[in-house]
Each structure stands twice: as C-alpha cells, then as structure tokens.
Nanobody
Framework: VQLQASGGGLVQAGGSLRLSCTAS????????MGWYRQAPGKQREAVAL???????NYADSVKGRFTVSRDNPKNTVLLEMNSLKPEDTAVYFC???????????????WGQGTQVTVSS
C-alpha cells in the first residue's frame, strides 16, 4: 500500500492550502484516513481524521479552519486548510488504516510527508 500526498507549499498567514492523498496498491477497505503533522522539535500529532462512515475528528487547534473529506471509491482524502497560521507550519503526513484483503487485519500506513509553511 502506498500513500501519495500532494499540495503542500508556502502561504501567507490567513491564506489557504489544500492537501490531497491517494492510496494505491492492494486495498480491500480503508477504515480511517486523514492527516498528521510534525513541526520541528515537536511530536507528531493528529490533525484531521475521517472514517469510512463519514465521521470526522479534528485537533482542537484546527477546528473551524480545516476540513477533511474522503472520496472512498477513489481511496482519496483531502484536507482543506483555511485561515492558516504560522503555527500550522509543519510536515503533514497522510495516514490510512487499511485492510489489504478480506481476511487480513487492518494495518496503518503513512505517506512520505509534504511541507506546509505559513509565513507571518
């Protein structure tokens, strides 16, 4: 299973960015799919996660500004980031919990990370 993320970049504070991630390979189903981030010197943290059933979970720091959405048939997750702040600067990692075959357990997979930099 590979997770290919795109959409990071440099933006001014108050601006917007959209991240996209598509999972490929042997995929029977994806349970959770979303985004983590890691800023320099900090631990990786969950930012926004979405379940196959449509439930979402956000870090308190991004509620009201970020929106996660999934296209289940395309194994894709999007992260719309609005009103960006300098403290949102981090490497953003796509994350998915995938069942490769009908009889296999779910396992976690990570994308390669995409840099988001918000200038003040």
């Amino acid at each position: 299973v590979q997770l290919q993320a795109s959409g990071g970049g440099l933006v001014q504070a108050g601006g917007s960015l959209r991240l996209s991630c598509t999972a490929s390979g042997s995929i029977f189903s994806i349970n959770v799919m979303g985004w983590y981030r890691q800023a320099p010197g900090k631990q990786r943290e969950a930012v926004a996660l979405g379940t196959s059933g449509g439930n979402t979970n956000y870090a308190d720091s991004v509620k009201g500004r970020f929106t996660v959405s999934r296209d289940n048939p395309k194994n894709t997750v999007l992260l719309e980031m609005n009103s960006l702040k300098p403290e949102d600067t981090a490497v953003y990692f796509c994350y998915a919990v995938v069942k490769k075959f009908s009889g296999s357990p779910y396992a976690a997979y990570w994308g390669q990370g995409t840099q988001v930099t918000v200038s003040s």
